[in-house]
């Protein structure tokens, strides 16, 4: 039936069990369909097109009426929304006259002709697909009794801006590819962003997260090519994978604090909204951060903490910290890194394509350093090592770490206090010997 533009009346038999998407697509014709399954339903039908009559005979027949322009469906306590009489209706505003409590699946799919319905608050739940493809709905306002919506509910709707209320504990993909979406504000209330919930939404701009938000699931803005802001709540502990993948125009990733986000679990990359963005700034109290104090509270920087952040210039790790995770300052714009004493694996990719590193202090305590830690790093210069030269051809080194292989080697002490600072010294804070060299090194008893 693909394509069929002369088909103009449709019966599905009682004994038809499936019918596989796309199974009607491009039959733009078809103004009757009559289904005579036990349990119809219009899932994979074309029931979109304009003035097309949809009749059952099954299960849901004794419960369907028609009151003003709708249909309704009468189950239990509720009373949804199953459709238009007549799908040129441009206005719908009286939906509580009919006590309706819910809005049925598909009940408005594809209406191109929609261009405002009034959610009274009696309604509890927006089934899947029900204003999917309603381009010329442009708003509207989601009271606080919703505890559900539906998937894809009102994907490829014309939606400028949302607000989502609080009543609802997660968002799901029910705003996937929402085209014209530019503003989105999530109540507090909701605890989770689910999986492709606002997934190629290409106009958005703006993402307004709650507190009490806890989780960020997999392609949650993945491809929101233009957003430029959201704000990362204190409660927020998970980020999945590519939460904001390919969002390369981020300006603003706003934080309440250094502490929260430096818990946060990114799964991947492309879960952290600093990377992909040239021109991605960390904002805190109003303030963009590009040199950051690790609060003494962290013991562990994770995996992916600031990827891709290049606006990053100075880092200072205290020696609580004794692990650095995979990626963490990957792209990242330091020039120097001091790696605390208590460090013993410098994670794949730690160190990757910076590009601005000249120099790293390095513990004696490192065992191994992994494949693509001090990798595409071009500016490196030296590398300060506090062991001796032994210690040093003990560590593991995985490949491929180029920039290693060309690094110049200096010695250095921890405690200071213990020694005398030579004459050579020019970063007196380290006690660096600048101008020894592996050969020439003298140990000294500290």
Request: include cysteine; charge should be negative; glycine fraction near 6%.
């Amino acid at each position: 039936m693909y394509n069929n533009t002369n088909l103009k009346e449709l019966v599905i038999s009682s004994t038809i069990k499936t019918i596989n998407s796309n199974a009607f697509y491009g039959c733009s014709n078809i103004i009757r369909i009559k289904d005579l399954r036990r349990s119809p339903s219009r899932t994979n039908l074309p029931t979109s097109n304009i003035g097309c009559e949809y009749i059952t005979t099954g299960t849901y027949a004794n419960s369907l009426q028609t009151e003003g322009n709708y249909i309704t469906y009468t189950v239990g306590d509720k009373k949804y929304l199953y459709g238009l009489l007549n799908n040129t209706i441009t206005e719908i505003n009286d939906l509580e006259t009919y006590n309706i409590t819910a809005i049925f699946p598909y009940a408005l799919y594809n209406n191109t002709q929609l261009q405002s319905i009034t959610i009274p608050s009696s309604i509890t739940s927006i089934g899947e697909y029900a204003f999917y493809g309603c381009k010329s709905l442009t708003s509207i306002e989601l009271p606080n009794s919703l505890k559900s919506i539906g998937n894809y509910a009102f994907s490829y709707s014309g939606l400028t801006s949302v607000e989502i209320p609080g009543s609802l504990s997660s968002v799901n993909s029910a705003f996937r590819y929402c085209e014209n979406l530019k503003t989105v504000k999530i109540l507090e209330g909701v605890k989770s962003i689910g999986s492709n919930a606002f997934e190629g939404s290409a106009s958005l701009e703006k993402v307004y997260l709650p507190n009490g938000l806890t989780v960020i699931n997999m392609y949650a803005f993945d491809s929101c090519a233009n957003l430029k802001y959201v704000n990362i709540p204190s409660t927020v502990t998970d980020i999945d994978f590519y939460g904001f993948g390919y969002c390369t125009r981020i300006e603003v990733v706003e934080i309440d604090s250094l502490e929260s986000w430096l818990n946060i679990s990114f799964d991947t990359r492309q879960s952290n909204p600093l990377d992909h963005s040239d021109n991605a700034l960390l904002y805190l109290n109003g303030q963009a951060i590009t040199e950051i104090d690790i609060p003494e509270t962290i013991t562990e920087i994770k995996n992916y903490a600031f990827v891709g952040y290049e606006h990053l210039k100075r880092i200072n790790l205290h020696d609580n910290i004794t692990s650095i995770g995979e990626y963490a300052f990957d792209e990242t714009g330091i020039s120097s890194i001091r790696i605390p004493r208590y460090v013993e694996v410098l994670s794949c990719s730690s160190l990757r394509s910076c590009r601005n590193l000249l120099e790293i202090y390095m513990p004696k305590s490192i065992t191994t350093i992994e494949g693509y830690t001090i990798y595409e790093g071009a500016a490196l210069k030296a590398l300060y090592y506090e062991g001796t030269e032994e210690d040093y051809k003990n560590i593991k080194i995985g490949t491929p770490n180029n920039n290693l292989s060309t690094v110049i080697i200096y010695n250095y002490g921890w405690k200071l206090s213990r020694v005398t600072t030579p004459a050579t010294c020019t970063n007196e804070g380290f006690g660096i010997y600048r101008n020894t060299v592996w050969g020439d090194v003298k140990q000294d008893t500290i």
